[in-house]
Every structure is written in structure tokens, then in C-alpha cells.
């Protein structure tokens, strides 16, 4: 059997095996050191120096922080995409407070700004604002931020960047992760650069990231003895894993550069297949395409995403549906949502294709193959 192709695959280049090496010859085996300091800073400084960065064990634990910092709580309401990740709705859940969920427009696939405006106005006659916005960035392509600060500030509802998936992208000439007051990213194993599985909160207030990082360390005071005025979390990242960011960050140009030119040749592969429709990149920024995404025209084309990611994994080749909406989820059942037909849309008929900065151009080859083979099926629907 060949094998396997992965959607997104960790790939490492020349330097983090030097920094954790490091780690060990020095024994900084814990969650403080040269690597998480570095990191943090080096991070900082590649997005511009806007921003302040703190590092932690994951994305979800970077949203659950800021969250809180934001003093979200019991009854809270909390805006967010509903075409996401869960990542960027459990944090919500956690601090007891209530999801209002969002849709998407078809250009980027992130929060619609006019249904932002719209649910925004709407929600101030009623007196029911929420005191947060969590605009997700989905895929490596940001969401039309201004529209959306522009909305949340005229009503007081604070904008949260979810930059989970879109490292080294760019808004209107700004990096990701700098465009509000609070980002979030993550460094799972899927994503563009990683940590094998961390995440940061960046921040422009550094006195609400110190808070944020004196909670995300068990809530120790600065004493002798384990002191504690409030409750805290241990979201710490460790300073073996900040040792691979610190490398990984080193190659994060070269990523995003691999993963447009995948990208490209899947657009060349299919461009005569009608129905096919590749994810739009739109005209205020530059996506990462961290993962090429595609939309298969349910009137042109008589095969499901679905279908095609079973038969691409009968030749060993992992493909995804694009996200289920959280409205769709049954979790979220009972969850308000404004409007959801696109975000609906958007996952019937999306597709992830394998995106890795490893994969080789035979690989591709296979892929492309097996995507061409999948949809010539035409399947029998009366059975
Ligand atoms: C959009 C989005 N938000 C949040 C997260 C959560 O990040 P983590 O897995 O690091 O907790 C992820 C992914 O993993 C994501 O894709």
C-alpha cells in the first residue's frame, strides 16, 4: 500500500532540533526558559512589534484567557463565527457565557460584516450586546476586519481575533494576529508552522497580557511561598516545544510560499473541470492557503465532498469536508445563530484537499489523480 498523504502534516526544518538540544544540554526542561522567552519575542518581533505574545499550551487555552481578561462570565454573550473550528467556541462555554453564532460571506468564507452590522444595531435596541466578537480566520484568509471594528467599536463589543489557522497572512498590508486589541494563535500539529501542539494570545496591552500570564501560570503572586489571589490555569508552554517554534518560526516565509504554489498547481490540475470551483482570495489581503479549499458546485458536479474524501481515502489520502458549522452541530442546537444558509452552504459543498509544505509533487501527482478519478464517479443515488 502507498503511503499515507496527510491533510496537513508537521514539517520541520533546519534549526529546532539546535534549540531543543539546547533545552536539554541546559536543562531547561520546564515551562520556563531561553526558548519560551525567545519565542515569545521572536514572534512578536515577526508580526511587526505590535503586538505582545505569550505562549501556551494551546489556542483554545489562548481564548479561554483572553476571555477572561475581557471579564466575560456567566450569561456574558459572545459573538463568533459559526464556520469554525470548536476551538473557538469552547472558551465561551467555559466562562458560562452564551454563543451567539454568526455567518459567513463568500468571498473569504469569515464573519459577513453586514450581518455583523445588522446583529449589532439590532442587539443594542434590545439591550442585548454581547461584550464580544470572535472573528475567526479561516483556512490561512482573513476575515474584512474593518467593517467588523468599525461595528464593534461603535456598540463597545470587543473584537477577538481567532488567527488559529492564518499565521502569515496579511490585511490590507497588516499581518495577521496585529489587526485587534487581542489574537489568538495556535500551534497544533495540522497548522502552517508548529509547536507539535501550543498556541499564543497576542496582545497590544501588556498589562492585560500580564494578567493573562500570571493566570496562565497557576495565578503565582510574586512571593517566596505559593501565594494566590485568584484562580488560575497551568497553559504554560513549555520550553522544549517553544525551542521547535523558535525554529519553526525561521521557515515560516518559506511555508506560506510552498503552500500558494500547491495551491496553484491543484488550480491548474483542475481548471477544466466545471463545477470546481476554487476558494476565492480576496482583494484585501493575502491568504496563506494553508489549506486549499475548493467548493464542488452541487449542479455541475454529481459528487459530494463527502464521497470524495471516502474514495480519496481508499487510495490512502486524507481529505476533509470543510468545517461544520457550530449551528449544525448538535451541541449548538439550541444556539442563536444569525443567519447560517452560507456557513450551511459552504460546508456542503466544500472541500480540503492535502496541503502540507512536505508534500512532494508526486504526492500532489496522486492526489490530483484521485480527486479526478473521484469525481468521474457518478454514483447511484436511487440506491
Ligand atoms: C479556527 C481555530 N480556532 C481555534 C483552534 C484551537 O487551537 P488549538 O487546537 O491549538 O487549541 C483551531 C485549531 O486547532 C482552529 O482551527
Redesign the pocket.
Known amino acids: 500500500m502507498s503511503t499515507r498523504i496527510h491533510l496537513s502534516a508537521p514539517h520541520m526544518g533546519e534549526d529546532e532540533r539546535r534549540f531543543v538540544a539546547e533545552a536539554f544540554d541546559t536543562n531547561w526542561l520546564s515551562t520556563v526558559g531561553p526558548n519560551v522567552e525567545g519565542f515569545e519575542r521572536e514572534l512578536a518581533q515577526r508580526l511587526g512589534g505590535s503586538v505582545q505574545a505569550l505562549a501556551v499550551s494551546?489556542?483554545?487555552?489562548a481564548?479561554h484567557l483572553i476571555l477572561r481578561a475581557i471579564g466575560v462570565g456567566q450569561g456574558d454573550r459572545v459573538a463568533v463565527s459559526t464556520l469554525?473550528?470548536a476551538?473557538?467556541v469552547w472558551p465561551i462555554m467555559y466562562l458560562g457565557a452564551e454563543p451567539i453564532l454568526i455567518d459567513s460571506e463568500t468571498m473569504s468564507w469569515n464573519l459577513d460584516a453586514a450581518l455583523v452590522e445588522e446583529y449589532l444595531t439590532s442587539a443594542a435596541r434590545s439591550d442585548a450586546l454581547p461584550k464580544a466578537l470572535i472573528a475567526?480566520h479561516?483556512y490561512g484568509q482573513h476575515a474584512d476586519l474593518d467593517p467588523i471594528a468599525a461595528a464593534c467599536a461603535r456598540h463597545g463589543v470587543v473584537l477577538i481575533e481567532?488567527a488559529?489557522?492564518s499565521l502569515g497572512a496579511t490585511y490590507r498590508g497588516r499581518e495577521t494576529g496585529t489587526t485587534a486589541d487581542f489574537s489568538?494563535l495556535?500551534?497544533?500539529g495540522n497548522k502552517i508552522i508548529t509547536t507539535t501542539?501550543?498556541?499564543a494570545v497576542l496582545a497590544k496591552d501588556a498589562t492585560a497580557l500580564a494578567r493573562m500570564r500570571k493566570w496562565a501560570n497557576q495565578s503565582r503572586e510574586p512571593a517566596v511561598e505559593y501565594l494566590h489571589r485568584e484562580y488560575g490555569f497551568n497553559y504554560r508552554m513549555s520550553n522544549v516545544l517553544a525551542g521547535i517554534g523558535r525554529g519553526q518560526l525561521r521557515v515560516l516565509d518559506d511555508r506560506v510560499r510552498r503552500r500558494r504554489a500547491i495551491f496553484a498547481q491543484y488550480r491548474e490540475a483542475f481548471a477544466d473541470l466545471s463545477g470546481v470551483v476554487m476558494q476565492p482570495e480576496a482583494a484585501w489581503g493575502s491568504h496563506t492557503r494553508w489549506l486549499t479549499v475548493l467548493s464542488l458546485e452541487p449542479e455541475e458536479v454529481p459528487v459530494t465532498p463527502r464521497e470524495v474524501v471516502t474514495e480519496l481515502d481508499k487510495e490512502n489520502i486524507e481529505a476533509r469536508p470543510v468545517w461544520r458549522p457550530m449551528h449544525m452541530q448538535p451541541i449548538f442546537a439550541e444556539a442563536t445563530v444569525i443567519g447560517g444558509g452560507t456557513a450551511q452552504r459552504l460546508f456542503e459543498t466544500g472541500l480540503c484537499l492535502p496541503s502540507s509544505s512536505s508534500l512532494t509533487e508526486s504526492d500532489q501527482a496522486r492526489v490530483i489523480d484521485a480527486v479526478r478519478a473521484a469525481l468521474a464517479v457518478m454514483p447511484d443515488r436511487s440506491r
Open positions: 494551546s489556542g483554545t487555552a481564548l469554525t473550528f476551538g473557538s475567526v479561516l481567532d488559529a489557522e489568538i495556535s500551534f497544533n501542539g501550543g498556541g
